[in-house]
Every structure is written in C-alpha cells, then in structure tokens.
C-alpha cells in the first residue's frame, strides 16, 4: 500500500520561502509512469494544482504559480519537496501531495490514487 505523508512547518513568514516534503512509502518515486504532484486548498476556496515531478524527473507548474515554485525529489530518500518562494498571507492553505499514473492533472484530490492527509501552511508576521 503507498501511502504519501506531507511535512513541513505549520507556519511561514511573509517573504519567506515554504519548504514542504512529500515521503512516500510502500513505493518508488521512480517507479514508471508516476507523476507526483502538489495541491492546495486555500480556505474557502477550491483545491488547486500546483505542481509535478515526473518519474523521470522531469517537472511542470501551474502558470499562475511558474515564478515563485519548485519541486525537486530525492531518490535515496524516497520524497519529493515543494519549494515556494516569496509567501504572502495568499499562500495559506492546507498543502497536499498525491500521485497518479499518468501526467493528467485534476483539481480534485479524489482523481489521485495515492493522496496524503495533507498539512496546514499559514502565512503571517
């Protein structure tokens, strides 16, 4: 069974840079035809895609978010992270990380196979 489990600080500044790390279990980031990806739900707002790396590595963002994201993966480690920079309040939300077998991309969590419980970022001074 994969399971992705997210981790990250609960709290970031303005400015900032947010850090979040995807570690999977029970299943290899490499493994082919994967692509895993980051999303987020803003509250009160609707889930948004923002990112995936590729079982090879390669890696495509959201337009909106192109600028200020990242996502790079350690292989010996199994995980993938999410690099935002440049945070302001707009970028609180709850961040999740889910994989599927195919590059499709959905804005709803449920069109994943593999999804973690996700974690809560706010932004704030």
């Known amino acids: 069974q994969v399971q992705l489990q997210e981790s990250g600080p609960g709290l970031v500044k303005p400015s900032q840079t947010l850090f979040l790390t995807c570690t999977v279990s029970g299943g290899s980031i490499t493994a082919k035809s994967y692509y895993w990806s980051w999303l987020r739900q803003p509250p009160g707002k609707r889930l948004e895609w923002i990112g995936y790396?590729?079982?090879?590595?390669?890696?495509y963002y959201s337009q909106s978010l192109s600028r200020r994201t990242s996502i790079s993966r350690d292989t010996s480690k199994n995980h993938f992270t999410l690099q935002l920079s440049s945070v302001t309040p707009e970028d609180t939300a709850v961040y999740y990380c889910?994989?599927?077998?195919?590059?499709?991309?959905?804005?709803?969590?449920?069109?994943?196979?593999?999804r973690g419980q996700g974690t809560q970022v706010t932004v704030s001074s």
């Open positions: 790396i590729g079982f090879g590595g390669d890696t």
């Open positions: 889910a994989a599927r077998g195919d590059e499709v991309i959905f804005h709803t969590l449920y069109e994943y196979t593999y």
